[in-house]
Nanobody, 133 residues
Framework: QVQLAESGGGSVQAGGSLTLSCVASGSTDSTYCMAWFRQAPGKSREGISAMCTGSSTRYYADSVKGRFTISRDNAKNTLYLQMYSLTPEDSGMYYC??????????????????????????WGQGTQVTVSS
């Protein structure tokens, strides 16, 4: 089983930036596809960015497109999310997720639909991001 550990969250003012990291350990075979989800208080968890090894496709939710960049360093088993021009609406708990299920690979690589929680079985504990106006 893979363990995922997020870091890099914090409190910033609107317009600021943060970079989140997610380190995978254990059975990293399950990290073929990885994603970032965000959950604001009182709202459901939303997939905001995702990518799969070997695919050039990068999924971004409309709300973060042009401001966030997902990347990974396979040598370090680490997924990143660079976040710029942050707004208070970006506040929430950010979770890293991973899976190697073929259906997940297809969802992320095809961008047929936004990734959902059900597409990923491995989750980190989350890191809090708070953006003040």
């Amino acid at each position: 089983q893979v363990q995922l550990a997020e870091s890099g969250g914090g409190s910033v003012q609107a317009g600021g930036s943060l970079t989140l990291s997610c380190v995978a350990s254990g059975s990293t075979d399950s990290t073929y596809c990885m994603a970032w989800f965000r959950q604001a208080p009182g709202k459901s968890r939303e997939g905001i960015s995702a990518m799969c090894t070997g695919s050039s496709t990068r999924y971004y939710a409309d709300s973060v497109k042009g401001r966030f960049t997902i990347s990974r360093d396979n040598a370090k088993n680490t997924l990143y999310l660079q976040m710029y021009s942050l707004t208070p609406e970006d506040s929430g708990m950010y979770y890293c997720a991973a899976d190697n299920n073929p259906s997940t690979v297809w969802v992320v690589s095809s961008s047929y639909r936004p990734p959902s929680e059900a597409d990923f079985t491995n989750w980190g504990q989350g890191t809090q991001v708070t953006v003040s106006s």
